[in-house]
């Protein structure tokens, strides 16, 4: 049972990562683009947590952790720089 939901969520994230990186290449803005890359970003995060509890390893649960955070890092830094102000303090 719990197989089938995993498969079932791969498809989805897989499907929705695909249609996220054509909108962070041809996005229109540099908002979309960026909304796009944080968007990936997760999207890898959640499919790395179902691969985390389809083997039963908990190390690459971890290593999602670190890209989540990588992605509030980059929301940070884009929404300082979109709002003018200097970049890193």
């Known amino acids: 049972m ?3 939901a995993i498969y079932v969520l791969f498809a989805v994230y ?8 054509i909108r962070l290449f041809r996005g229109p803005t540099v908002v979309d683009s960026i909304l796009a890359a944080d968007c990936v970003s997760l999207d ?18 971890v290593g999602a952790l670190f890209l ?4 509030f890092i980059l929301d940070v830094f884009a929404a300082k720089y979109l709002t003018r102000e200097e970049v890193g303090t």
Do not use: Q
């Open 68 to 71: 989540v955070l990588w992605a």
């Open 14 to 21: 897989g499907l929705s990562g695909v249609l996220y990186f």
């Open 44 to 61: 890898v995060a959640l499919i790395a947590l179902l691969l985390s509890i389809y083997y039963k390893n908990s190390f690459l649960a």
């Open 2 to 4: 719990i197989e089938t």
